[in-house]
């Protein structure tokens, strides 16, 4: 790829970089444009590789950038001075000077004299991580349980106090079973939790076992055919623990990062992520 050709693939990135950023701090509706023609109070035309615009107040404000795709080369002082002309013939409120690399001491002093910020933007590099977490192993194992008997414990006691008939207790339930809608009630008939509910609370060890475990409650009810509601002390459940053997993953935040952007003057950085997504220090 010849060196012009690399640096219009530059520009296409900061205006994609700049596109997001603005977007994260809410302003949707600005267009970053490239390549634009602007003519200045000389009457000269001057190329701008990345320009937008918007009004705030009344006061319209005008954002430059110069974008400049050197891997290895320091910006001189020289191209900064270049583009502060620039920016005083065209009337530019703010002014940006982006490299993949870095800037020489000189452009740095002459920039910060001038307003005019220095932004390096570039794939991201190992010191870019120090002080944060890079990569996270996780060992991760799928946990099922599976219900293999659910027995409802009436309460004798209630029933037969009643002389209710306790040979044939029948769960006012249509089949196949929901459990999403087998409630169990309070004594004024109002839901407090369905077998559903209770089944995803069921403990266990991260192991694989058969287990059972029984719910009690004080003062439970269930609706039966022809009883309506009648009292349970509790729920059984027999059920069996699968665990999987873990699967080792590795997640690997520089494979999802897309590009730095670092403020030269604070040293504070951006994270550019591959879905459009930013976070940093700024």
């Known amino acids: 790829m010849d060196a012009q050709t690399q640096g219009r693939d530059y520009e296409k990135f900061i205006q994609e970089v700049y596109n997001s950023i603005l977007s994260h701090e809410g302003l949707n509706n600005i267009d970053v444009e490239n390549n634009v023609k602007i003519s200045g109070r000389s009457g000269q035309k001057h190329q701008i590789d990345i320009y937008w615009e918007f009004e705030q107040a009344g006061i319209k404000h005008k954002v430059a950038i110069e974008c400049k795709c050197y891997n290895k080369a320091n910006i001189s002082i020289s191209k900064i001075r270049d583009f502060h002309s620039v920016l ?21 002093k002459y920039a910060d004299h001038y307003g005019i910020n220095l932004i390096e933007v570039r794939e991201p ?118 665990v999987s053997e873990p699967i080792e993953s590795l997640i690997d935040a520089q494979e999802t990062v897309k590009a730095i952007v670092k403020n030269v003057r604070s040293g504070k950085v951006k994270f550019l992520h591959n879905d459009g997504k930013i976070n940093g220090d700024v």
């Open 88 to 108: 005083n013939d065209i009337g530019i409120s703010a002014g940006i000077f982006v490299c993949r690399n870095t800037f020489q001491e000189g452009a740095i």
């Open 125 to 242: 590099i190992e010191e870019d991580w120090k002080g944060r977490i890079k990569s996270i192993s996780l060992n991760i194992s799928i946990c099922k349980l599976t219900i293999i008997q659910r027995e409802i414990m009436f309460d004798k006691d209630w029933l037969e106090n009643r002389k209710f008939d306790t040979s044939n207790l029948e769960l006012d339930i249509n089949y196949p079973i929901n459990e999403d809608s087998v409630y169990i009630y309070n004594h004024s008939g109002k839901i407090v939790t369905s077998l559903h509910e209770i089944a995803k609370s069921l403990p266990h060890n991260f192991k694989s076992e058969n287990k059972v475990h029984t719910f009690e409650w004080p003062e439970a009810y269930m609706r039966c055919k022809n009883l309506g509601l009648v009292k349970i002390k509790g729920v059984k459940i027999s059920y069996q623990v699968s």
